[in-house]
């Protein structure tokens, strides 16, 4: 498989990036939800954890992926749908940076602001602090289940796409041979 996209064919690097980020993306969104409904202290930080690695590398690999774009690959052209089908598609798209990028903001400030991060990754936690005192939890939380509707979204709408339309969209972001 070449590294990088043909005119209708996603590259490996494209694709690993893909795949990886959406499974990272659901950890993320499991323990994120998991752990904001946790009182126990030692609990909420073996959440957090995994979380906030997991976070910050769903940050890079989406920097990666835009430096990708912007320098080294081009995307393949457009598979044929409907103008108001491809406005939602590359909205959905771009919504989908906006909100990762937000969410690793709010989460770093909310580390940052709290104070909690040398607790979290402490061997033993007893306490932490309400992350509901914080200004960016509010944005964080927002920000999680928008993130949760675009994924349902975007997957809703491949799967459509692959069962219904049947046109292969899905087999672009998939390893082939050639």
């Given at each position: 498989?070449?590294?990088?996209s043909?005119?209708?064919?996603?590259?490996s690097?494209?694709?690993?990036?893909h795949?990886i980020?959406?499974?990272?993306?659901i950890a993320?969104?499991a323990?994120?939800?998991r752990?904001?409904?946790?009182?126990?202290?030692?609990?909420k930080?073996?959440f957090?954890?995994?979380h906030?690695?997991?976070?910050?590398s769903?940050l890079?690999?989406t920097?990666?992926?835009l430096?990708?774009?912007?320098?080294?690959?081009?995307?393949?052209?457009?598979?044929a749908m409907?103008?108001?089908?491809?406005?939602?598609?590359?909205?959905?798209?771009v919504l989908?940076?906006?909100?990762?990028?937000g969410?690793?903001?709010?989460?770093?400030a909310?580390l940052a602001?709290s104070?909690?991060?040398?607790?979290?990754?402490?061997?033993?936690?007893e306490a932490?602090p309400?992350?509901?005192?914080?200004k960016?939890r509010?944005?964080?939380?927002?920000?999680g289940?928008v993130?949760?509707?675009?994924?349902?979204?975007?997957?809703?709408?491949a799967?459509?796409h692959?069962f219904?339309?049947?046109?292969?969209?899905?087999g672009?972001?998939?390893?082939s041979r050639?």
């Amino acid at each position: 498989m070449p590294i990088k996209s043909t005119p209708t064919h996603y590259g490996s690097v494209a694709i690993t990036i893909h795949w990886i980020s959406a499974l990272l993306i659901i950890a993320l969104l499991a323990s994120g939800m998991r752990a904001g409904g946790i009182e126990d202290a030692s609990s909420k930080a073996a959440f957090l954890r995994v979380h906030i690695p997991l976070g910050v590398s769903v940050l890079i690999l989406t920097i990666l992926r835009l430096i990708w774009w912007m320098f080294a690959d081009s995307k393949p052209a457009p598979v044929a749908m409907p103008d108001w089908q491809d406005f939602i598609a590359k909205s959905i798209h771009v919504l989908f940076y906006v909100v990762i990028l937000g969410m690793a903001i709010s989460g770093i400030a909310m580390l940052a602001v709290s104070g909690a991060g040398p607790t979290i990754f402490s061997g033993t936690v007893e306490a932490l602090p309400d992350f509901w005192d914080y200004k960016p939890r509010m944005p964080h939380g927002i920000g999680g289940r928008v993130m949760l509707a675009l994924f349902v979204f975007h997957a809703g709408a491949a799967l459509y796409h692959q069962f219904v339309k049947r046109d292969g969209l899905i087999g672009r972001m998939l390893p082939s041979r050639g």
